[in-house]
């Protein structure tokens, strides 16, 4: 059932992230448009307002795509788990150096076990690129035959874990893999941040 449940609730992101592009991205990419056109004929007062207010309407734009390629989830794309996770990595820590180790075989037909290291290793990476000031960031994954082993380093300011549980999502995450009877710790020091994490997976999903 909880493996169901997962796997349940990535088909419901992966649908949300249609929806919203299908829906808000949408209208909002037609909107500017029409605001950019109408500033080019608004008077000496009007042309200003017009042009800041397709400004904002790009900034929330911009919003709205970042949420969707958050929800989304490569496995359900197609991709492989190491694609998926070098992705993901790409996309979260741009502008830094990332480097990846990955062992074992890291099997799609695990699904729930999958889903999980993805999205842990998402949320991990969004919190170094927007609060760590890091400049470079490693990921390391062994699969073992019963479980799927990891962390993911950086070696920015670190941060007051009893403070910013909440903010990070560090209380998700722990969720997340504990909900498969997995573990997570996290350590942080002026020096950097790891977040190590332990999954079960079962080889009976193959």
């Known amino acids: 059932?909880?493996?169901?449940?997962?796997?349940?609730?990535?088909?419901?992101?992966?649908?949300?992230?249609?929806?919203?592009?299908d829906?808000?991205?949408?209208?909002?990419?037609?909107?500017?448009?029409?605001?950019?056109?109408?500033a080019h004929d608004a008077d000496e007062v009007w042309?200003?307002?017009?042009?800041?207010?397709?400004s904002q309407s790009l900034g929330i734009l911009h919003s709205i795509q970042e949420s969707m390629g958050r929800l989304r989830n490569p496995l359900l794309?197609?991709?492989?788990?190491?694609?998926?996770?070098?992705?993901?990595?790409?996309?979260e820590c741009a502008g830094l150096e990332a480097r990846t180790r990955l062992r074992g075989r890291l099997n799609q037909s695990e699904t729930a076990a999958a889903h999980t290291l993805l999205r842990v290793v998402q949320e991990s990476a969004r919190n170094v690129r927007r609060h760590s000031g890091a400049g470079r960031v490693w990921l390391a994954i062994r699969a073992r035959r019963n479980q799927i082993q990891g962390y993911l380093r950086d070696d920015g300011k670190g941060f007051d874990i009893?403070?910013?549980?909440?903010?990070?999502?560090?209380?998700?995450?722990?969720?997340?893999?504990?909900?498969?009877?997995?573990?997570?710790?996290?350590?942080?020091?002026?020096?950097?941040?790891?977040?190590?994490?332990?999954?079960?997976s079962s080889r009976q999903d193959q």
Not at 1 to 21: D, I, S, Y
Not at 167 to 183: E, F, H, S
């Open 162 to 200: 009893g403070q910013a549980t909440s903010r990070l999502g560090l209380k998700a995450m722990k969720q997340r893999v504990r909900l498969l009877g997995g573990k997570i710790r996290v350590r942080s020091s002026p020096s950097g941040t790891r977040i190590s994490f332990t999954i079960p």
């Open 23 to 38: 829906g808000p991205a949408q209208d909002l990419s037609w909107l500017r448009l029409q605001l950019t056109d109408s």
């Open 47 to 54: 042309a200003p307002r017009v042009t800041h207010w397709a």
């Open 77 to 91: 794309e197609g991709e492989s788990v190491r694609r998926g996770l070098r992705s993901i990595l790409r996309r």
């Open 1 to 21: 059932k909880t493996k169901m449940l997962v796997e349940f609730q990535e088909v419901e992101r992966q649908l949300l992230a249609g929806e919203l592009h």
